[in-house]
């Protein structure tokens, strides 16, 4: 490797110290003249570029200046993300990852991650030669068709792959080189972008069928080829498509949805720690949803894993669930049931969310429809008329989709709701008591199964990990955090959290026989050496 010196130094962001270059350095590496007097330490840098951020009058403005700041220095970047990361994720990731994904186009300033067109198709292995990083761990891949809960903005998804993969950095210590965000542009059906001549993205309706299919096999097979150890995470995809892509791969290759299980993994825990709360035995639970799409059916996929260890039949599990979505509650009369609906439908006539909830009387209610608002005031008080301690999940991206906000939870409830999120919510005060709601992040799963494949070279992830991942994920909920309602345990201690499913996760992979690798029997300490640190 050569050694870069100079400007040529400062400006590769790989290796840029800036202002915390010592005198010694500054007189070997030829920077003499090239930065101002003062030696910064990494601290006093984080200081300056705090304060910076808080100078910014808006958080896509401080999106803005992060993503430069990584631009031109990489340690400094992930230092302050892993040091601040509960004030930062919601800036680099939801709820302001949604604004920036919607405006992509417009406030583009330098490249990111891969982009591949349909004009692309029989080149793919030859352009990812492009890339220059020899050791590709972690992809995050998305077509741009369901972002969040913003619906189909074609290359301007690319924030997603980005923003996850920043977090793949800062969570579980993945180095930023082993790191590859792809954008699958196959065009977008939103006509205000395609109206739009600042859109930078592949400027026509989206590929479809067969055509579509014949696109990603390529990319996979290219990724296979050049980087056969990497762990291939779909993000974003419209629903019919991840469940297409996930059946198709996910017991041949190393991948895994995000959406689909990864979601349901979060979940799973908050339910898990909601019983320390609730006092309810697992079995007895039943639990409802509001949405039927890929993030619902995939929570419920795993609750049914985990019911059927808990000795249910697999029919007995699904009588347990019961999904309401936009047309009302999932009944066998439904015409055009979809497949991922099928296994859920139920014996009983079509009825509203209201009625619903009378009838069934579930005891956790999660919502994952996209649809703002959806648990009004009555929804809350019925639940809360059913329950001594109503579970209310509302999951929807970005905060402007939420089903309801926290504080909504807990006055239609009379401070009885145990209440997570999808994007966070401040702490509400009511009748003189604080409660904390938790957010429901994917982020703390996905960082943690990530690591985990890529240590011990998994073949393939079975979705028994996912369920070990909730398990793992809801024993480090405190006594503290249950106590003011909080399901989930602090951001603060992500690398922790990581690192405590990683090793139960792997050692779960052992049994499977998936691992391929022989780790360590101290698990711990071999990732905590393996874990990026951007410390200078
Ligand atoms: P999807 O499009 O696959 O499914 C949406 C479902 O909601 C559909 O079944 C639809 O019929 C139903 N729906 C829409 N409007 C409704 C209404 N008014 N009443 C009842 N049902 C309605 O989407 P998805 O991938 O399942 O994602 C749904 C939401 O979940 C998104 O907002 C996404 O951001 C969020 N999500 C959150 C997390 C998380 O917080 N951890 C993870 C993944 C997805």
């Not at 030696?39 to 430069?68: C, G, H, V």
């Not at 969040?148 to 998804?157: A, I, P, R, S």
């Not at 024993?475 to 090793?503: E, F, H, M």
């Not at 691992?515 to 300490?525: G, H, N, S």
Request: charge should be negative.
């Amino acid at each position: 490797m050569t050694i870069k010196r100079g400007l040529e130094l400062l400006r590769d962001r790989k290796h840029s110290k800036s202002t915390a270059f010592t005198k010694e350095e500054r007189a070997g590496l030829g920077l003499r003249g090239l930065l101002p007097h003062a030696i910064s330490t990494q601290d006093i840098q984080m200081k300056r570029i705090l304060a910076n951020i808080a100078r910014k009058p808006s958080n896509i403005e401080r999106y803005i200046f992060l993503s430069a700041l990584e631009d031109r220095n990489e340690r400094i970047f992930y230092k302050l993300l892993i040091e601040e990361i509960d004030k930062l994720m919601p800036i680099i990731y939801t709820p302001t990852v949604g604004q920036v994904c919607k405006e992509f186009s417009h406030i583009f300033r330098k490249e990111k991650g891969f982009f591949i067109t349909p004009d692309d198709k029989g080149e793919i292995e030859h352009i990812l030669y492009s890339w220059p990083e020899p050791d590709v761990r972690v992809i995050v891949v998305t077509d741009g068709e369901r972002i969040l809960g913003l619906g189909d903005l074609g290359v301007n998804g690319m924030g997603i792959p980005i923003g996850k993969l920043a977090l793949y950095t800062t969570a579980a210590g993945i180095h930023p080189h082993q790191c590859l965000p792809v954008m699958l542009d196959v065009g977008t059906n939103n006509q205000e972008l395609l109206n739009d001549e600042i859109y930078l993205g592949y400027p026509h309706e989206r590929l479809r069928g067969e055509e579509y299919f014949e696109l990603v096999d390529e990319f996979i097979q290219a990724i296979q080829k050049k980087y056969p150890r990497a762990l291939i995470q779909f993000e974003d995809f419209l629903t019919p498509n991840a469940y297409d892509l996930l059946h198709r791969y996910k017991d041949k290759i190393l991948c895994f949805n995000d959406d689909i299980q990864g979601t349901a993994s979060v979940a799973l825990a908050g339910i898990y720690a909601s019983q320390r709360i609730t006092k309810l035995d697992f079995k007895d639970l039943d639990i409802m949803f509001l949405g039927a799409g890929s993030a619902a059916t995939g929570i419920a996929d795993l609750i049914k894993e985990a019911f059927i260890e808990e000795g249910f039949t697999e029919e007995e599990a699904s009588q347990r669930l019961s999904f309401i979505d936009i047309d009302g509650l999932l009944v066998k009369g439904r015409k055009n049931l979809m497949t991922h609906n099928r296994a859920y439908a139920i014996d009983a006539e079509e009825m509203d969310l209201i009625t619903a909830i009378k009838r069934l009387k579930p005891n956790v209610l999660i919502g994952a429809s996209g649809a703002k608002g959806a648990f009004t005031k009555e929804v809350i008080e019925t639940m809360g008329s059913i329950n001594e301690r109503p579970v209310l999940f509302a999951l929807s991206n970005p905060t402007s989709k939420a089903e309801c906000t926290a504080e909504e939870a807990y006055t239609y409830s009379d401070g009885k709701a145990i209440f997570a999120s999808g994007s966070p919510f401040q702490p509400v005060r009511y009748k003189g008591q604080e409660f904390v709601p938790g957010q429901g992040n994917n982020a703390y799963i996905f960082p943690g199964i990530g690591l985990a494949a890529t240590l011990c070279a998994a073949s393939t992830i079975p979705d028994a990990l996912f369920l070990t991942a909730a398990k793992s994920l809801a024993t480090l909920v405190s006594q503290d955090d249950v106590d003011r309602g909080n399901l989930y345990p602090g951001l603060k201690t992500i690398r922790a959290i990581s690192t405590k499913i990683a090793v139960d996760v792997i050692r779960h992979a052992q049994e499977l026989e998936v691992a391929q690798k022989e780790l360590p029997k101290d698990l711990e300490t071999y990732i905590k050496k393996y874990m990026y640190d951007p410390t200078y």
